[in-house]
């Protein structure tokens, strides 16, 4: 299973020179099963830039965690949208009354957008996600819903021997202490135990947080408890806050590194997201990255 970044920013796009190393796109990761076939995590408008690599895939599986714009501000520039012989398969969280594609199409339609669902030449159908675990090519896919404000799903992905924890928007210490509570009180838990590679939200400073409970992200303190109670094998710190710089990043991993240690966490094993990176996971569980880095602790 390859993953590979496209987009590691929360809540809004923020490019600009103080946040080109770390990237200024909204959530957007790609999954490439050892099948061959093709996952979309979340649709932000890191989006945009993985269509042009996708000119030769025929069958592609967005899987929405919700519908925050954040998460799907990219769709309508998506090139394969755009090209007659693909067919796409967009996922996402049920809600009673209210189908997934007419939830979208109040994004996708005047005066928001200038096409609508029905324009898009790609062959197009929208699934609510399974309460139950279901199949995409060699995968198994598993959704659940987490801690976030709106109906918000988090996903585990495995394949072979493999396994990739999604939780981009939580915030699973709402309440809860996360360094004592039984691990079946805390939010998106099963979905991370054990995992190959846990992509976690990490918005918040402590100090942040403080001002922001409720706000459905994650302070540093526990997204660190959280990925060392589930003992995910590797950790990538996700969904940066627009508001932080590069260097601001960089000061947040060191500290971030430091908290890891003194958790027990394995050295090595905890990173900054960055768009452009990515991670091959190996059938024994190991990766290894390529491109510009996950600048690891």
């Not at 039984?182 to 939010?187: A, N, Q, R, T, Y």
């Amino acid at each position: 299973m390859r993953v590979r970044i496209w987009g590691a920013r929360g809540s809004i796009p923020a490019p600009g020179p103080h946040t080109a190393r770390y990237g200024g796109n909204t959530s957007c990761v790609e999954v490439t099963l050892s099948d061959g076939s093709v996952l979309v995590l979340d649709a932000g408008s890191g989006i945009r830039d993985l269509g042009s690599s996708c000119a030769e895939v025929d069958l592609i599986h967005i899987l929405l965690t919700h519908l925050h714009l954040d998460h799907i501000q990219g769709l309508l520039f998506f090139a394969p949208f755009f090209r007659p012989e693909t067919e796409i398969v967009i996922w996402g969280p049920p809600v009673p009354g209210r189908s997934l594609r007419d939830r979208i199409g109040r994004y996708l339609s005047a005066p928001l957008s200038p096409i609508e669902i029905r324009s898009l030449p790609a062959k197009v159908s929208f699934r609510k996600c399974p309460a139950k675990e279901w199949e995409i090519g060699s995968a198994r896919i598993r959704a659940a819903p987490v801690k976030h404000r709106g109906p918000t799903l988090g996903f585990r992905i495995s394949d072979a021997d493999t396994s990739l924890c999604y939780l981009p928007d939580h915030e699973p210490g709402l309440g809860v202490p996360l360094n004592d509570v039984e691990p079946d009180w805390i939010s998106g838990f099963a979905l991370a135990e054990r995992c190959s590679l846990l992509l976690h939200d990490c918005q918040y400073t402590d100090e942040e947080y403080s001002g922001r409970v409720g706000w459905g992200h994650s302070r540093v303190s526990d997204a660190l408890l959280f990925a060392h109670r589930s003992e995910a094998e590797q950790v990538l710190l996700f969904h940066h806050d627009p508001l932080h710089t590069d260097d601001e990043l960089d000061l947040l991993h060191r500290q971030a590194g430091e908290r890891w240690l003194a958790v027990g966490g394995p050295a090595g094993e905890l990173a900054m997201a960055i768009e452009g990176s990515e991670i091959d996971l190996r059938t024994d569980g190991t990766g290894y990255a390529e491109g510009p880095g996950l600048a690891p602790s």
